[in-house]
């Protein structure tokens, strides 16, 4: 079970979360969606510890955080039980696809490096790159960039994978490649926090989808809830923006 109890984040005079509450089954699929600028990606960066909250509460099985005091320690014992996909890639631009994937591996959990390598190797033959092992990110379309991504935050077999916007960069024709390894992983019961702006994939693939508004969860439900049977007015009014209604 993962936790988010109370979550709250300022950026100077600006609140961008105001007390968020999730929780998180294991094997859930929990896409949140909502117009720019409502704190959806703060949010998963702040389960991450990419932002610090200054309010709240962070639990993922038997390890939680207090975010208004905490040790180094409980910090990094949370990172290590998430994995963080983000919307630019952020691949090593001088390490090959394979030694992307192997870093975390051997900064985080202590891995020979010939053993993470291997690993690595295996996570590319299970997301269908397994001949660009040794290609740079230079050398690989943005879909395969995302791809590697997503088989580096993999590879530390994490409780919670954290994705953000994950195809927003992508031309077009790169977009399915990604959200069908995706979808791939929610078949093997990965448990995700998705924050996208791919209504057919949330409709698809989440157990739960989360519309976010102004620093607030505003409404939650099944996708058939959410896209059939809108409640919230501002629900109702984004989904007509983005031409579900």
């Known amino acids: 079970m993962i936790k988010l109890k109370n979550i709250h984040k300022r950026f100077g005079d600006s609140e961008i979360l105001k007390g968020i509450d999730i929780d998180i089954n294991k094997g859930e699929i929990i896409v949140i969606i909502g117009s720019s600028g409502t704190g959806k990606s703060t949010l998963l960066r702040c389960v991450n510890f990419l932002e610090q909250a200054e309010q709240g509460e962070i639990s993922i099985d038997d390890t939680y955080v207090n975010c208004e005091k905490y040790s180094k320690a409980e910090e990094l014992a949370l990172r290590r ?13 001088h390490m090959t696809a394979r030694q992307n994937i192997a870093e975390g591996l051997i900064t985080v959990h202590g891995w020979k490096k010939d053993k993470a390598l291997e690993r690595a ?7 269908g ?6 290609s740079y990110p230079a050398a690989l379309s943005g879909g395969q960039q995302q791809r590697v991504g997503i088989g580096r935050a993999m590879a530390l077999q ?7 916007e994950p195809t927003s960069a992508l031309d077009p024709e790169w977009v399915g490649e990604v959200l069908n390894l995706m979808k791939k992983l929610a078949n093997q019961h990965q448990t995700m926090l998705v924050v996208t702006h791919e ?11 989360i519309f976010m508004a102004e620093g607030n969860i505003v409404e939650q439900g099944k996708p058939e809830d959410i896209f059939g049977n809108p409640q919230d007015p501002r629900l109702k009014k984004f989904l007509n923006q983005v031409g579900i209604q």
């Open 81 to 93: 039980k998430t994995g963080f996909v983000f919307q630019s890639y952020a691949l090593f631009a």
């Open 199 to 209: 209504m057919q994939f949330a409709r698809e693939v989440a157990d739960r989808v």
């Open 121 to 127: 190797q295996q996570i590319l033959d299970d997301i």
């Open 129 to 134: 790159l397994q001949d660009k092992g040794d």
């Open 158 to 164: 994490p409780e919670l994978l954290l994705f953000d």
